[in-house]
């Protein structure tokens, strides 16, 4: 087999993802400036040593069964690639279980970084990155943006997963509000229908076709554009206050969403004093509902995606 050169220090730069985005379900993702960044170092000691900081530190596994440790041995094996020794620096700024895209993230950090540390032939581009991140997460939504930045749409054929990168107003402005509680995914999905009604699909995808227009061209129509019929009020009872705060927001002319699977809260706002008064109005509303504690921030949205740095 094939030798992974020893004395190699790399570092992988990820952004966090919100998917959805509304009534985008399975289909619209956006990135967040808020990353997670890997650094890794080939030694020759056999082992894998983690150091997690930030987000998981006190729960996530220090060694080889760590996913990103994992992922990367997996790849280097599929590939005919010896192992050598391996030491990572897991920096984690995305809250985890919290629709954030932090699972997605940590598999395009752990694919891309596994590609850097290969020999120059045997390295792949970032499609193909995207493509077997999809097939990992079982869909692309989260994926795409974290690979290639910016607003994303996606969808899912019998040949593989597609993306392409939508037009982003320059006004648009994101600000979550991140709850002290997680919610699974699958937990999640686990409260959606089988099926929806004809009518209920054909208004959710006027919604989307609105809402892809307001965020490229007339962020004004934000409110309207982002009214979802398929899965967040079915998603409601699993995190109630996350749903409370958004019919208030939305009440206040806010256009807010559930990020991802929840129950982290997305505002989409027109420009950076309406995203001040969204802070505001979560800070009022986090005051007045002190459980769950929530974090706020104001975002901006990186035109680009993974990023890999040579040390």
């Not at 000691?45 to 069964?65: D, F, M």
Request: contains cysteine; negative net charge; charged residues 15%.
């Amino acid at each position: 087999m094939a030798q992974i050169q020893v004395g190699q220090s790399i570092a992988v730069h990820v952004p966090a993802t919100s998917a959805n985005l509304g009534p985008g379900f399975d289909v619209l993702g956006l990135a967040l400036s808020v990353c997670d960044t890997l650094v890794a170092h080939t030694v020759a000691a056999p082992g894998v040593e983690v150091i997690v900081t930030g987000e998981g530190a006190e729960s996530l596994p220090t060694n080889e069964t760590h996913l990103i440790a994992k992922t990367i041995l997996e790849r280097w094996a599929e590939l005919g690639f010896e192992p050598c020794g391996l030491r990572l620096e897991a920096t984690n700024n995305i809250p985890h279980g919290r629709g954030m895209g932090s699972s997605a993230a940590a598999m395009v950090s752990a694919l891309a970084m596994a590609n850097a540390l290969l020999p120059a032939v045997s390295q792949v581009g970032t499609e193909e990155i995207f493509q077997d991140a999809s097939r990992w997460e079982g869909h692309p939504d989260n994926v795409a943006p974290a690979v290639y930045g910016g607003l994303t749409l996606s969808w899912t054929t019998d040949a593989g997963y597609g993306t392409v990168q939508g037009v982003l107003h320059p006004d648009i402005v994101p600000v979550i509000a991140i709850p002290d509680i997680e919610l699974s995914t699958a937990t999640a999905r686990g409260l959606l229908p089988a099926t929806v009604g004809h009518a209920v699909a054909a208004a959710n995808g006027g919604r989307v076709g609105l809402l892809i227009h307001a965020l490229a061209h007339d962020p004004a129509s934000l409110l309207v554009g982002t009214e979802d019929f398929l899965h967040q009020s079915f998603r409601a009872p699993a995190m109630e206050q996350s749903s409370l705060l958004i019919a208030q927001l939305r009440a206040e002319g806010h256009a807010a969403v559930i990020s991802g699977a929840g129950p982290t809260v997305l505002v989409l706002c027109d420009g950076e004093s309406r995203a001040q008064e969204a802070s505001e109005a979560i800070s009022a509303f986090a005051s007045r509902n002190p459980n769950p504690v929530w974090r706020v921030r104001i975002e901006s949205v990186p035109p680009t995606g993974v990023r890999v740095e040579l040390l």
